[in-house]
């Protein structure tokens, strides 16, 4: 009997271990490409923090620079200006925008990690895929990947 409860305690360390370091690995992933993503703005305009805000100063318009996570091979749908779901293999998430994008300031909305194509619904039958080329709701919704092209193309 002491020593399946050994081997259970024993199992258990080693679960959390790898919690622990997936959830350490996804962290500094994320924290790299917003470090990254943060260079980029600095090198085609002004970038600042300020009042717990990302701004983006580019051809004499400010933009506020928003961070979504939406995990790697995860979904994201814009179904309105308010509710966004996130939808992976197992679940669906259906999430309130009101606070993310309270502010009065046009949007640049980066969505990492994932690279999947990210949709919203035009009514209740019309799905499109978003393309960082055009704006909508006042904010232009990118794949981290894309901003450089959106930077590079001139859209802003």
């Not at 690995?25 to 490409?33: D, W």
């Not at 506020?64 to 679940?91: C, G, H, M």
């Amino acid at each position: 009997m002491p020593t399946e409860i050994i081997l259970i305690i024993i199992l258990a360390f080693v679960i959390l271990v790898i919690i622990g370091y997936v959830s350490f690995h996804q962290k500094k992933k994320s924290e790299e490409i917003k470090e990254k993503t943060i260079e980029l703005l600095k090198t085609r305009g002004e970038f600042s923090h300020e009042h717990k805000k990302n701004l983006f100063k580019i051809n004499d318009k400010i933009y506020q620079v928003l961070f979504f996570y939406v995990p790697t091979n995860a979904e994201l749908t814009i179904n309105s200006r308010k509710i966004w779901e996130v939808r992976d293999a197992s679940k669906s998430n259906l999430i309130d925008q009101t606070h993310f994008l309270k502010s009065d300031y046009p949007k640049i909305v980066i969505v990492y990690p994932t690279t999947v194509k990210i949709k919203r619904y035009l009514n209740e039958n019309e799905l499109e895929f978003v393309s960082y080329k055009k704006s909508f709701y006042d904010m232009y919704v990118i794949r981290h990947f894309e901003l450089s092209e959106l930077l590079s193309e001139d859209i802003l």
